[in-house]
């Protein structure tokens, strides 16, 4: 504290543009919180937008049923019990065969990946925002669009407002 009553913070504005606001996410003109972390506006840079992992559940899934398949495959081609099989069979491989792939479809279904937010911050790539629940995704993710314009377009004054009136020299 400084002896002459003044902080060592700049002013800052006394009512901030909210752009968006729910619990545990705020994004206003100047900064961009999600719980606890917090980042300035500016600083922000290279924001970008993708979707996380898939489900590891699902893909351990995959793995497994895949490499069952492969192992009864390749025990039936040793044993000789491939030119034994009826044709019935052989569908029934096949049916089986896609298995993992039904597996990839009822996972995504089940537990989409999440949506994520990414940027930089002085450098250095940080995981913004992430949300499985593509509607508020979109919100979070248009609100700090907005603020990074309002910022590097000088501001949220009224442009119109702050001109001064033209007035013709006579």
Same mark, same amino acid.
């Given at each position: 504290?400084?002896?002459?009553? +003044? $902080? ?11 752009? *968006? ?11 961009? $919180? ?14 970008? $937008?993708? @979707? ?12 497994? +049923?895949?490499?069952?398949?492969? #192992?009864? %495959?390749?025990?039936?081609?040793? $044993?000789? %019990? ?6 019935? #069979? *052989? ?5 089986? %065969? ?10 995504? @279904?089940?537990?989409?990946?999440? *949506? ?14 992430? +949300? ?14 907005? #603020? @990074? ?12 407002? +702050?001109? %001064? ?6």
């Amino acid at each position: 504290m400084q002896t002459d009553g +003044s $902080t060592a913070r700049p002013p800052r504005a006394a009512n901030p543009t909210l752009l *968006y606001a729910r619990p545990g996410i705020v994004v206003t003109a100047e900064r961009f $919180t999600v719980g606890r972390a917090s980042w300035p506006v500016a600083e922000l840079t290279q924001v970008w $937008t993708t @979707r996380g992992p898939h489900d590891r559940l699902a893909l351990q899934a995959v793995g497994v +049923s895949g490499a069952l398949i492969g #192992a009864v %495959g390749v025990l039936l081609g040793f $044993t000789g %019990g491939l030119q034994r099989l009826t044709a019935a #069979a *052989y569908l029934m491989l096949g049916v089986v %065969g896609l298995l993992p792939v039904l597996l990839v479809l009822i996972g995504d @279904r089940w537990r989409p990946p999440a *949506y994520e937010l990414w940027g930089r911050h002085k450098g250095t790539e940080v995981l913004l925002f992430s +949300s499985d629940d593509e509607r508020q995704f979109g919100q979070v993710a248009r609100a700090l669009r907005r #603020a @990074r314009e309002g910022v590097r377009l000088g501001g949220w004054e009224d442009p119109l407002a +702050s001109a %001064g009136v033209w007035r013709p020299n006579r």
